[in-house]
């Protein structure tokens, strides 16, 4: 699936030069080809189509683009939460994350805004001109249609949680849009229009799994259990009402794992969660594709820094680590913390694959790709085409069981949801009947930070439940006041949204105020 995206996206970027280039050269050409491009002549065949859905996808990347020096965009959602720090401090903007002094200029929130806008605009360009496209097979025009829903809708529900109140755009814009320079719309709204994108989404006919990195069914109604999960508490703090869509569209997904379990399940050992070989399959509902050849994985700053685990020898940014608390933090004998078998390394093999040494410190191991930077005995491809997760089946697992406790209590169902990811990591869980409603709420709020950490997720929890995990006690309190361990800096209220950039809030009037605080 990677190598047929990248070439439909070699096709999308040759019609946007056709496309942009023609004016500049009309002058020059006497006679134009009837086979190019334009913009009435694109959108008219299915290839069109698949090439530009191709090209949605692949601007999901920007999260791992660059952001300065030893840092990428995807820091952002990891520096806030307190459980990760650094060893380098090279990145000033980087650095006011970690230290919560981060405002309209900070590179990582200037290029979230852009990255997340592209996205929108390439999938709304999908959703108005698809339709028109005859003939084309009915199946293939809906599920292309959904795809780019989904896809929308999910970067309206990642911005609508950073900002708030943000443009809600719908059609393609020009310079002559009556748009063009939108004002903001109440959160509300948004969360409207993507609640209705993953409906329809839903409704689209797609396979519940998509080996080849499409989203499928399975990835849709998590995410849509995931928003009214978000809905429920949060800024809306819709209450009962939406915890029951929650779990009941969480548990369609358990439901259908439960008939087709090669198809949905939990991996059996952590190490699959970063595995070539398993990508897009069993665990994984939906990832961001990567391929070496185009755009390698770009999880890469978790490295140590200047620590020989690679093929390349010493090296590494180390600018993203464990907050030593956090770490800690994991019950005894959690297999997750176990060396090189978990989510974390405290050794690993020199220049990847030679003499075993110790780090002095853990590391993340979630997205460390030994097939490309070697393995005991085993040197590395050096060709980092691990995908980034962004829904696993284990967070369908947590959301069921947070919104059904809420519904109604810890009940069996729920239970046994909570319990399958604590039996993976080897731990005992309390008999059902121990559990009050309270206990078993921040019980699973537990397994949600110690299950999905350094997955861009414990963030938006952070913001939904307005809660912190307090590394130390071991115990949740209030987000206002919590201190933020990477840098011994308490968070305030102002830091449950982002500030807007501030060069979209020069050139657009419309946009109103900075947000409250910044």
Same mark, same amino acid.
């Given at each position: 699936?990677?190598? *047929? ?20 050269? @009309? ?11 334009? !913009? @009435? @002549?694109?959108?008219? +065949? ?7 859905? #191709?090209?949605?996808? /692949? ?9 300065? +020096? ?9 520096? &806030? ?25 900070? $590179?990582?929130?200037? %290029? ?8 929108? #605009? ?8 698809? !339709?028109?496209?005859? =003939? ?5 025009? @809906? ?24 443009? &809600? ?15 903001? /719309? =109440? ?6 229009? +993507? ?29 849509? /259990?995931? $928003? ?51 990508? %897009? ?27 020989? $685990?690679?093929?390349?020898? =010493? ?6 680590? =464990? ?31 030679? /003499? ?73 869980? !309390? ?11 921040? #019980? ?12 861009? +997720?414990?963030?938006?929890?952070? $913001? ?6 307090? *590394? ?47």
């Amino acid at each position: 699936m990677k190598k *047929q995206l990248i070439s439909k996206i070699y096709k999308i970027a040759l019609v946007g030069v056709l496309l942009f280039g023609q004016s500049a050269c @009309s002058d020059f050409l006497t006679e134009k080809a009837p086979s190019n491009l334009t !913009p @009435s @002549s694109f959108y008219t +065949i299915p290839d069109h189509a698949e090439a530009a859905i #191709a090209s949605v996808y /692949a601007d999901l990347r920007f999260m791992g683009g660059g952001a300065g +020096i030893f840092s990428s965009n995807w820091q952002l959602l990891e520096a &806030l939460t307190g459980t990760s720090t650094t060893e380098t401090a090279q990145n000033s903007d980087l650095n006011n994350l970690y230290g919560l002094v981060h405002d309209g200029y900070t $590179v990582h929130i200037v %290029n979230y805004w852009g990255g997340l806008y592209k996205v929108i #605009a390439q999938a709304n360009q999908v959703i108005e001109k698809v !339709p028109a496209i005859t =003939p084309m097979d009915a199946k293939q025009k @809906s599920k292309i249609l959904g795809e780019a829903r989904f896809l929308r809708a999910s970067a309206y529900f990642t911005a609508v949680r950073l900002w708030g109140d943000i443009p &809600l755009i719908t059609k393609p814009q020009t310079a002559s849009s009556e748009d063009f320079l939108p004002a903001r /719309a =109440p959160a509300e709204s948004v969360y409207k229009l +993507i609640v209705e994108d993953l409906i329809a989404a839903e409704a689209a006919g797609l396979d519940w799994m998509d080996s080849r990195g499409r989203v499928g069914t399975a990835a849709i109604k998590a995410q849509l /259990a995931e $928003v009214y999960l978000t809905m429920a508490g949060g800024t809306l703090n819709k209450g009962a009402s939406h915890y029951k869509l929650a779990a009941d569209k969480a548990f369609e997904v358990i439901t259908y794992a439960n008939s087709n379990p090669t198809s949905v399940n939990l991996f059996n050992t952590y190490y699959d969660i970063h595995r070539e070989s398993t990508e %897009n399959k069993l665990e994984h509902l939906f990832m961001i594709q990567y391929n070496n050849s185009v755009a390698g994985n770009p999880m890469e700053n978790f490295y140590p820094n200047f620590k020989p $685990v690679t093929f390349s020898g =010493p090296g590494g940014t180390g600018s993203s680590v =464990p907050t030593p608390a956090f770490y800690k933090s994991y019950e005894e004998g959690d297999l997750r913390t176990k060396d090189q078998e978990g989510y974390f390394y405290t050794s690993y093999y020199t220049n990847g694959s030679g /003499a075993p040494f110790s780090l002095g410190a853990p590391y993340v191991f979630k997205h460390f790709n030994q097939t490309s930077a070697g393995t005991s005995g085993a040197p590395g491809t050096r060709n980092n085409n691990l995908n980034v997760p962004q829904i696993r089946y284990a967070q369908v697992l947590l959301t069921y069981a947070e919104a059904q406790n809420e519904v109604g209590g810890p009940t069996q169902a729920a239970y046994d949801a909570f319990k399958r990811i604590r039996d993976r990591a080897k731990l005992t869980t !309390p008999a059902l009947g121990t559990y009050t409603a309270a206990s078993f709420r921040t #019980a699973v709020w537990k397994e949600r930070w110690h299950e999905l950490c350094y997955e861009q +997720i414990t963030w938006f929890d952070m $913001v939904r439940l307005k809660k912190a995990f307090n *590394q130390n006690t071991k115990t949740f309190e209030e987000f206002v006041g919590h201190t933020n361990l990477s840098s011994n800096q308490k968070l305030q209220a102002k830091h449950l949204l982002l500030p807007l950039p501030t060069a979209e809030l020069l050139n657009n009037p419309k946009l109103g105020k900075q947000n409250t605080g910044y």
